[in-house]
Nanobody
Framework: QVQLVESGGGVVQAGDSLRLSCATSGRTLSNPDMAWFRQAPGKERDFVAAMRWSGGHTYYSDSVKGRFTISRDNAKTTMYLQMNSLKTEDTAVYYC???????????????????WGQGTQVTVSS
């Protein structure tokens, strides 16, 4: 079983920065894809960013492109999401998700990922 644990959420003001972490443990997937999704109250879980774990290619939603950066540590056990210039509309629970390698078109849908963490709350106040 793959375990994912998110951390780093909090309450910040608009314009501030936060860095989320996703620690992985347990079974290692072969050539996985990893991603961040977020879900605001009453809304669907939306794609934020993804990374091809082996090659390091990254993908972003238009709403966060240029403000957020997805990365990983050298040991490939922890994924990060650096969030800069935060906006009130970034308020959500942020989830780390992973699955075996998928087609590019599948990266943006949470339903395609087989493993996810418990989430970490990010609240951005004006």
């Amino acid at each position: 079983q793959v375990q994912l644990v998110e951390s780093g959420g909090g309450v910040v003001q608009a314009g501030d920065s936060l860095r989320l972490s996703c620690a992985t443990s347990g079974r290692t997937l072969s050539n996985p894809d990893m991603a961040w999704f977020r879900q605001a109250p009453g809304k669907e879980r939306d794609f934020v960013a993804a990374m091809r774990w082996s090659g390091g290619h990254t993908y972003y939603s238009d709403s966060v492109k240029g403000r957020f950066t997805i990365s990983r540590d050298n040991a490939k056990t922890t994924m990060y999401l650096q969030m800069n210039s935060l906006k009130t509309e970034d308020t959500a629970v942020y989830y780390c998700e992973t699955n075996g390698r998928m087609a590019l078109a599948a990266l943006g849908s949470a339903a395609n990922y087989g493993y996810w963490g418990q989430g970490t709350q990010v609240t951005v106040s004006s």
